[in-house]
């Protein structure tokens, strides 16, 4: 089909990373905190979202 699989996987990371920040930045976290987080999903993108899954803020 001309779609590789790296690039599906690459693809559905980038969108769940971008949920991840959304819902970072609307909890009712501080904003140092919002600030890691989003640096963390950012710089270790399936790492940072794994972490984020279990440990982060939560939405208000």
């Not at 970072?24 to 987080?37: E, N, R």
């Amino acid at each position: 089909m001309g779609i590789e699989v790296g690039g599906l996987f690459g693809l559905l990371i980038l969108i769940a990373d971008v949920y991840a920040v959304v819902k970072t930045i609307q909890s009712s976290a501080t904003t140092g905190t919002k600030v890691l987080w989003i640096v963390l999903i950012l710089v270790l993108p399936f790492l940072g979202l794994i972490l984020w899954f279990l440990f982060g803020p939560k939405a208000s």
